[in-house]
């Protein structure tokens, strides 16, 4: 950074949110890079601009309002940003990631006004590929990539180019949350186009005004795509968010025994659900292969869960056979069964047989098959809105003492169902986790804390980990290694624990995360460069939101 900065002029230092530090130039710096008299005289600390930039943020009245000061703040100046993140992590999470990262998305059109060092990738110009992704890193070295085609955006659909926040978004809990350096960071939209009409009536659409695009046309510019990427920036991790159902697990299928990279949705989510349930199963003092779980939302994220669950059975001794015993998949179709038509290669590994069941051909909605199945653990991610119904948890929680549910679909409005109602209709014994954050539930003289079950609480602790060890790939072992260290963090000492540890404490087990990864890849001798030691790579990969001196 600090040859790069030396070469320039006082605007396109002032204008660069990587060299920026506004009125904490010291008079040295200001000297040195021309900045002399382009800024008021008194410097500041960055604690005394944090203090100022918190009270302007405590001004606005509404999120979307916070959301914008906080974006314009990163915009203008990330290591300010950053500092000031540090210290409010847990306001400020919902607020520059899920929730409201979802209106910014619905409303990027009106409210664009800087592309956030992201780069765009068009389906109508392959042969630009390379020079988007070289002119948007500007030289940086890029570590970690976050790419999405915004087919499904949260649970909120097809929303084009304007996904492009979420991938900043993540990048943003990346930082908070581990550490990575801003400045190797890119977040990349592919714009393959949009079936959302709304968007393609907009005149202010800012996206490639056509269909999506599918098929080998797709593939092609996304394996170009991957190409360039590992040709500019051979030391990073490609982090895949929010594909669409058809394409998610295709492209990390095609990907993954090749580069260090991931599905969060699939791999992030899976690993986050299966900790939360080791945390429940710590309190309920049960065993996994005692377990019967049902995914309502038989999708991406649902069969990423089935996917690591099945896993950890396996582990526990379990062979394939018995393990699947132990699944009951849901959808649009109800219960899915091997003959079930449309079904996705992910889906069919976790079918069942009509015969199991006197009454198969009733099981079309979820809760015919809550009444044939008695499910113990139940996960959503169907994207339906209150699907997990009074009637129906009741169901459940006739025949489990602790049932496990986790209503998982965001953002806030698409969620199965409210902690706070599970609680009640549990009558508190329900172990519940959500997907975007919950407020504490009072009932009947216990507070019960809400584990936040998204996959936020894994991927950056993941990613950094992979990254600090210069991983080549990423397999179960690792993700398995990375479930453990969070499932055992839980605190089930006092009643109505959460099953996961709180957002207030992901820097301190994001650390922990990327130490037990870095050191899995180490074991299994996946690193690229020479490295011993798991927790040095990492704290020597970790980088603080303080300025540094420019001499
Ligand atoms: N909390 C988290 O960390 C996390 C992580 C990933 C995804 N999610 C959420 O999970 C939801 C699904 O995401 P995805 O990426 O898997 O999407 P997806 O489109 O791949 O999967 C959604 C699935 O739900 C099914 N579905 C739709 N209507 C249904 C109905 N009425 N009954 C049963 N199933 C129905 C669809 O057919 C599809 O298979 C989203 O809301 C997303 O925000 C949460
Ligand atoms: O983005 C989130 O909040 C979690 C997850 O990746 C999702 O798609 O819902
Ligand atoms: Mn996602």
């Not at 390379?130 to 649970?155: C, F, W, Y």
């Not at 393990?323 to 091997?338: I, N, R, S, T």
């Not at 329900?430 to 003289?445: M, N, Q, R």
Request: charged content about 25%; hydrophobic content about 40%.
């Amino acid at each position: 950074m600090e040859e790069l900065i030396m070469t320039k002029t006082a605007d396109s230092i002032l204008n660069n949110p990587f060299l920026n530090k506004g009125t904490a130039f010291t008079k040295a710096e200001r000297k040195a890079l021309g900045l002399t008299g382009t800024l008021p005289s008194n410097v500041q600390t960055i604690d005394e601009q944090t203090t100022q930039a918190y009270a302007q943020f405590q001004s606005k009245s509404t999120r979307l309002e916070k959301r914008i000061f906080l974006m314009n703040l990163f915009n203008e100046n990330r290591t300010l940003f950053y500092h000031l993140m540090d210290e409010h992590v847990v306001e400020f999470m919902p607020i520059v990631y899920d929730p409201v990262v979802a209106d910014s998305i619905e409303q990027y059109n009106e409210l664009f006004l800087d592309p956030q060092n992201a780069a765009f990738v068009s389906v109508d110009a392959p042969e630009d590929v390379e020079d988007t992704l070289r002119n948007a890193a500007e030289g940086r070295d890029i570590r970690l990539v976050v790419v999405t085609d915004a087919e499904g955006i949260l649970g909120m659909g097809d929303w084009g180019v304007n996904g492009v926040d979420i991938a900043v978004g993540k990048l943003m809990v990346y930082t908070a949350a581990a550490g990575i350096d801003p400045s190797q960071v890119l977040p990349v939209s592919i714009d393959a186009g949009t079936n959302n009409q709304k968007l393609l009536d907009d005149p202010l659409y800012l996206g490639n005004r056509h269909k999506r695009v599918y098929g080998d046309q797709y593939y092609d510019v996304i394996d170009k795509f991957v190409e360039a990427e590992q040709k500019l920036f051979p030391d990073s991790l490609l982090h895949w968010e929010d594909f669409g159902r058809s394409n998610a697990q295709v492209i990390l299928d095609k990907y993954k025994d090749k580069i260090a990279t991931f599905n969060d949705d699939i791999q992030g989510t899976g690993m986050v659900v299966l900790a939360g349930i080791l945390g429940a199963l710590n309190i309920s003092k049960e065993s996994i292969k005692d377990q019967k779980i049902l995914s309502f939302g038989a999708g991406t994220a649902g069969m990423g869960i089935a996917n690591q669950i099945m896993d950890e059975l396996m582990q526990a001794g379990l062979t394939e056979e018995e393990a699947k015993q132990h699944f009951y998949a849901v959808d649009k179709q109800g219960l899915l069964f091997d003959d079930t038509e449309d079904l996705t290669p992910a889906q069919k590994a976790f079918t069942r047989k009509r015969s199991e069941f006197s009454n198969a051909d009733e099981l079309t909605n979820l809760e015919a098959v809550v009444k044939a199945v008695h499910p113990t653990v139940m996960i959503g991610t169907s994207t339906q809105p209150g699907t997990f119904t009074e009637s129906i948890i009741k169901e459940m929680a006739a025949h489990t003492d602790r049932p496990i549910i986790f209503p998982l679909s965001n953002p806030t409005k698409l969620a199965e169902a409210k902690a706070e109602d599970l609680i009640k209709w549990t009558d508190g014994r329900a172990l519940v986790a959500t997907g975007i954050p919950a407020d504490d539930v009072e009932y009947k003289g216990v507070t019960y804390q809400i584990g936040q079950g998204n996959n936020a609480l894994m991927y950056p602790g993941l990613g950094f980990g992979l990254i600090a060890a210069t991983a080549k790939v990423l397999n179960n072992e690792t993700l398995s290694a990375a479930c453990h260290a969070l499932g055992g963090i839980v605190d089930t000492s006092k009643p109505g624990a959460a099953v996961l540890p709180p957002v207030s404490k992901i820097t301190e087990f994001s650390q922990t995360l990327a130490e037990v990864v870095a050191q899995s890849v180490l074991d299994q001798k996946l690193n690229k460069e020479p490295i011993s030691d798991a927790k040095k790579a990492v704290a020597d990969m970790k980088w603080v939101p303080e300025y540094k001196a420019v001499k």
